[in-house]
């Protein structure tokens, strides 16, 4: 036997491992009957309501759980779905963009929850690659960061400083996944197409009351033989089937950056991603090559956020600004967060004032902001934010105006106790005087 011949020989063993372990995942994940069953629905039941028991729907579902599931396997027996209890949007504005964002009720979690958990992860997260950080187990944010910033030190020490980085953003990307994309998608995994029908019906399911809700007939009657058609685009923020369906749909692209371009620094969270590469020409190449995926796929990049820069210019990466200096990865807040957070404390103080928030939720917010400026260089950035902290609250729980302050008033012969101590950080304490 030659070379040739055992490369031959190991490839066909590799495809045999990977064909078995996909045989024996689809024999519970790729089969209807087996992933909707009542001890699914208990395990869901069970990590949902986690954390919100203080809700009265999870209260209320919960104390007759069993005859509510029972009548939800009743119905998607039938190869259906529940009723939505509730499609009204929330407008969310971020950053000076609408966002709508459709609340989950509980009930609708659950099933959810059975489809992603039991069948959906089992089927995909073999076929992602190991640097797409989002929504999945032991990995997010911090994640990607760290591959991203490991990513730029091995280049560091191999390029010096001149490198450049490709950083790219999808326009409106939940709102422009096509629903048609999803169903071949979804139909690439699946041999038993009743799982790919209800895991579309959920995803098609926020969109039909809006549409119901359309005073035309002929346009309503039209944009619902869309609907059944797979002729419609948008999934729902909010939702965990989205969450999956959006880590999936750009699958194609990311194989195509690792594996035939043999790009190995490449990041990608969610919508956003980072190429490294020491030639500029390479970069965009791989970028036209890129935009033809994504027209396959139905996806556009956006142009503004989409650009190549040099590593000492400095971009911008889930709110961190990466850029090398002197052959050091240097990370500073992105500035447009901090004046976002120094405009929310302003207003923070007149809501307080009027009595309309607690300093307890500013408290929080601001402590929220403090965890995230630990992951850059921010030293005197946090000192000039606790400034104005310390002069609009008197530095409420955080500086050191603030104990002085809770230490007159218990007494300045009196000692403050630990007890004391730990009793002004409770909510409503009569010794922090909170409201």
Known sequence: MNNKERIQKRIERDKARRAAKKAQRAKEADDYNKVLTMQHYHNSLRKCRKGVMWKGKPQAYCNEGITNVLETLEIVESEKLPPLKNTTPIILYERGKERKIIPIQFDDRVTQRVLCDDSLLSMVKSSLIYDNGASMKKKGTNFARKRAEKFLRSAINE??????????????????????????????????????????????????PEIMRCKDKLEREMQLQKLENNELCGICLGSQISQILALVVPNELDHYVKDKMRMKRYVRYMDDGIIIHNDKAVLWKLYEGMKKICEKLGLTFNEKKTKIVKATKGFSFLKIKYRVACKKLVKTLVRSGTVRMRRKLKKFK???????MKLDDVYNSMQSWLAHAKL????????????????????????KKYFKNLKRKVGKSDEVLQSDKWAAFRWDCDICGAA
């Open 159 to 208: 390029y010096g400083q001149d490198f450049y980085i490709l950083t790219y953003d999808f326009k409106s990307f939940f709102d422009s996944i096509p629903h048609q994309t999803c169903y071949n998608v979804l139909n690439k995994y699946y041999t038993d197409k009743r799982i790919v029908n209800i895991v579309m019906e959920v995803v098609k399911s926020y969109q039909r």
């Open 376 to 399: 850059a260089k921010s030293y005197h950035t946090v000192k000039s934010m606790l400034k104005l902290y310390d002069d609009l609250f008197g530095g409420y729980k955080i500086t």
């Open 350 to 356: 007149k809501k307080v004032d009027s009595g309309i």
